[in-house]
T-cell receptor, first 114, second 109 residues
């Protein structure tokens, strides 16, 4: 089954404690991205990657890091989380270069930083 | 001004009603997505359009490239259609998606 898998689904952590949210896709997609969703603001892109070892900042990259060492994985790293990073996070993937394709989303990770 | 605007922001209707959600955009695009987000949070892709019209069950999506406008219609609406519907466009200059703010739909039995 084609899918994007995020883990964990829920996470409560304390300010400053490094965390990683994993994202994995099994569709051999080149393009992967991370979004955060906050009430009244819709989805905002954090980082995206067009292929292995190619990553770029989205609209709200501050406080986040990503890596793309393998095509299937695109982890989101919060080196020193702060309460303003409390949000719902989504990972997505799609084929690159083929516009007639849908985007696939993970189930979301609800992060609370206290 | 947002590059992708959806209307209405909120919509409450009775079961069985015909629903229309609109999406207008101001940039050149190669494709437009309609997505559904249920109260549990998960996002599901409904349609990807670059021209014309697509239908899937009770859902119909149309796009008018010249007018930079798309609509999502739901026929014979049902309470299980209650969700946030999100429009997103692929810019034709790169592979980035620009997101609308979403339309929260509630269908009452």
């Amino acid at each position: 089954e084609a899918q994007v898998t995020q883990n964990p689904r829920y996470l409560i952590t304390v300010t400053g404690k490094k965390l990683t949210v994993t994202c994995s896709q099994n569709m051999n997609h080149e393009y992967m991205s991370w979004y955060r969703q906050d009430p009244g603001l819709g989805l905002r892109q954090i980082y995206y990657s067009m292929n292995v070892e190619v990553t770029d900042k989205g609209d709200v990259p501050e406080g986040y890091k990503v890596s793309r060492k393998e095509k299937r994985n695109f982890p989101l790293i919060l080196e020193s989380p702060s309460p303003n990073q409390t949000s719902l996070y989504f990972c997505a993937s799609s084929l690159l270069g083929l516009m007639n394709t849908e985007a696939f989303f993970g189930q979301g990770t609800r992060l609370t930083v206290v | 001004k947002n590059e992708v605007e959806q209307s209405p922001q909120n919509l409450t209707a009775q079961e069985g009603e015909f629903i229309t959600i609109n999406c207008s955009y101001s940039v050149g695009i190669s494709a437009l997505h309609w997505l559904q987000q249920h109260p549990g949070g998960g996002i599901v892709s409904l349609f990807m359009l670059s021209s014309g019209k697509k239908k899937h069950g009770r859902l119909i999506a149309t796009i008018n490239i010249q007018e930079k406008h798309s609509s999502l219609h739901i026929t014979a609406s049902h309470p299980r259609d209650s969700a946030v519907y999100i429009c997103a466009v692929h810019m034709d200059s790169n592979y980035q998606l620009i997101w609308g703010a979403g339309t929260k739909l509630i269908i009452k039995p």
